[in-house]
């Protein structure tokens, strides 16, 4: 296995309608959140405790929420929310 993100249910669902500099930023920052997770998790397979939960990232233009799944080696992205004085 390999960690790596993704949009949960999927993109279309969570992203559709943000700003693209905003949605650029989620993006940079769940690419940091993978390679944080794999350096913290070095055995995700093999992890026993209970997952940490949603957490929250502020970027530029907003926040979005997230979970790490360490066995799935799996940083998923539930929910974004642009800053609302943002142009979509």
Do not use: C
């Not at 559709?16 to 794999?38: C, I, N, Q, Y």
């Not at 929420?65 to 642009?82: D, G």
């Amino acid at each position: 296995m390999s960690w790596t993100w993704e949009y949960v249910p999927d993109e279309e669902t969570v992203a559709s309608g943000a700003p693209p500099a905003f949605l650029a930023a989620v993006e940079k920052m769940a690419d940091e959140l993978v390679r944080a997770s794999e350096a913290l998790h070095l055995h995700g397979p093999a992890y026993q405790d209970a997952d940490e939960g949603a957490k929250h990232a502020f970027v530029d233009g907003g926040f979005f929420v997230y979970m790490v799944t360490p066995r799935a080696e799996l940083v998923t992205i539930w929910q974004i929310t642009p800053d609302p004085g943002l142009d979509a």
